[in-house]
Nanobody, 125 residues
Framework: VQLQASGGGLVQVGDSLRLSCTTS????????MAWFRQAPGKDREFVAG????????DYSDSVRGRFTISRENAKNTVYSQMDILRPEDTAVYYC???????????????????WGQGTLVTVSS
């Protein structure tokens, strides 16, 4: 499965941004999907995950209530709607796919088989 992330950019504090991740080479419906991010000098961290059932989602504490992960299986696309952005949200954001039979999305990056190339989000104060 190949992943293509897009939608990053430069925004100001409090603004919104929507990231997209389009998959190819496999149907999105059977995949667990997640967004991770990596800020300069920091480890890659889990942001949000979506199970193959749309009602199964998970969020890190730092983004819960501000970010929303969703998917359109017919378009093979996963989204991350990011609202009320903060300077600490500045990072390269990666989408990732897990082809296992896991029920819930994992927060461990090593659980994911495929990664997108990353899209940079910069939140300016």
């Amino acid at each position: 499965v190949q992943l293509q992330a897009s939608g990053g950019g430069l925004v100001q504090v409090g603004d919104s941004l929507r990231l997209s991740c389009t998959t190819s080479g496999g149907a999105l419906g059977g995949l667990l999907m997640a967004w991770f991010r990596q800020a300069p000098g920091k480890d890659r961290e889990f942001v949000a995950g979506s199970g193959w059932r749309r009602d199964i989602t998970d969020y890190s504490d730092s983004v819960r209530g501000r970010f929303t992960i969703s998917r359109e299986n017919a378009k093979n696309t996963v989204y991350s709607q990011m609202d009320i952005l903060r300077p600490e949200d500045t990072a390269v954001y990666y989408c990732a796919a897990d082809r296992s039979l896991r029920y819930d999305p994992s927060r461990d990056p090593s659980a994911y088989d495929s990664w997108g190339q990353g899209t940079l989000v910069t939140v300016s104060s």
